[in-house]
């Protein structure tokens, strides 16, 4: 047996024996895992698979272990994650900082900030947001107007940012901030990362259709951030957004291979709803299920085709941002099919006449919605996918 597939049946065995039965479901809205200062667990399952999968440092199982992380290779990594895919087990933690901050900073952080700033995050003791998009910069970010003034051994940041999801739940942010307003857009803006808790922070959760408030509206009154907290070079912050970007991209696009409860599995609910499909029309609704479940397979594929190719050293960078238009607007088109599957049971609002499955299917339908613009609105991806991916030219 070679060294991997020893490593495969290792990784099988610890799972089946650390993944509680309970962790290998879909996970409900309110039972998600998010780390950070104050770690909330819906019960005692859920915290026994987040110490365990922590204490093993699969967290970041391909991070450096010095940093808290497996230490896994590529190739490794890929094996387990197969395996969590295999038993369907729920992600131990969510957390936006491992997802995005954490690989830039891995590249482009000084030493200090990686040990300061990486191993909380494999601990799952820090909750981050993202502080990009802001009233008049979303899908033209680089139009941002929220300053850092150099204040000598600090910046002084003013300025607010919309659409922080869980803003008023996290306990850093990693913002955009502009800190040569003489510079050209693009040039004159720095990434810092700050403490949510600093003074002159005040963060106003925002309504939303579907009935939850993740998104904010964060507001900076002469913030102090010091300058051991700026993130590569100054006025340098754009080409590292960019590079996060990606990482988000790259997470968005994988929404779908684990439990989460965003994800629904289509021809399960086309068999409950629709068990003897009679007459044309609710025969020419199961060949639209059957269409979307097969483009959704093609996706899943092309996904693992794309981890091959990386780990073989393949540069795949630019098609994160057809991958995430692709995943998008796939689970958009795959919440219509459901609605007129399942008809007025797919419009439900309170437990009162809908159960709790369909009350979901409700909101995951108006957040599909919201899917195809944050991390970058499906009109950006394709300017992105004919520029940077197809180089075609600027049309002037």
């Not at 008049?136 to 970010?141: E, F, I, K, V």
């Amino acid at each position: 047996m070679s060294a991997i597939e020893q490593f495969r049946e290792q990784t099988r065995r610890w799972l089946e024996a650390n993944c509680p039965p309970s962790q290998r479901k879909a996970i409900p809205e309110g039972e998600l895992v998010w780390g950070g200062r104050e770690v909330a667990f819906p019960g005692d399952d859920a915290r026994v698979w987040f110490e365990r999968m922590r204490d093993k440092g699969w967290f970041c199982p391909d991070w450096p272990v010095e940093y808290g992380g497996g230490g896994l290779s590529p190739e490794y990594n890929a094996v387990l994650e197969s395996e969590l895919r295999r038993l369907k087990c729920r992600p131990p933690q969510i957390n936006l900082g491992i997802w995005m901050l954490g690989p830039v900073l891995l590249e482009f952080g000084t030493e200090e900030q990686k040990k300061a700033l990486l191993t909380p995050m494999t601990r799952g003791e820090v909750r981050w947001c993202q502080g990009f998009s802001e009233p008049n910069a979303g899908s033209d970010l680089a139009s941002l107007k929220t300053s850092a003034r150099d204040a000598g051994d600090h910046f002084v940041v003013d300025g607010s940012k919309i659409w922080t999801s869980y803003g008023d739940k996290s306990d850093w942010m990693y913002a955009l901030v502009r800190t040569d307003p003489a510079a050209s857009k693009h040039t004159g803006i720095s990434l810092i990362v700050l403490d949510m808790q600093s003074p002159g922070v005040s963060v106003a959760p925002i309504d939303l259709i579907s009935g939850k408030s993740a998104f904010c509206q964060v507001f900076f009154d002469g913030v102090k951030v010091p300058k051991s907290q700026l993130i590569g070079p100054l006025n340098g912050g754009w080409n590292l957004a960019k590079r996060l970007l990606q990482h988000e991209r790259k997470a968005m696009s994988k929404f779908g291979e684990f439990s989460l409860p965003t994800h629904f599995h289509l021809l399960p609910l086309v068999r409950e709803y629709l068990p003897d499909a009679q007459g044309l029309g609710e025969q020419a609704l199961v060949a639209r299920a059957v269409a979307c479940a097969m483009n959704e397979q093609a996706y899943t594929l092309t996904v693992q085709r794309m981890g091959e190719e990386a780990r073989a050293g393949q540069d795949v960078s630019g098609l994160m941002s057809i991958m995430k238009l692709v995943h998008t607007e796939q689970e958009r088109d795959k919440f219509e099919v459901l609605l007129d599957v399942m008809g007025y049971q797919a419009l439900g609002w309170d437990a009162t006449a809908f159960s709790a499955q369909q009350q979901a299917i409700t909101r995951g339908w108006l957040n599909s919605f919201a899917l195809t613009i944050s991390g970058g609105a499906s009109e950006i991806q394709l300017n992105v996918i004919a520029k940077r991916v197809l180089g075609l030219p600027d049309v002037k």
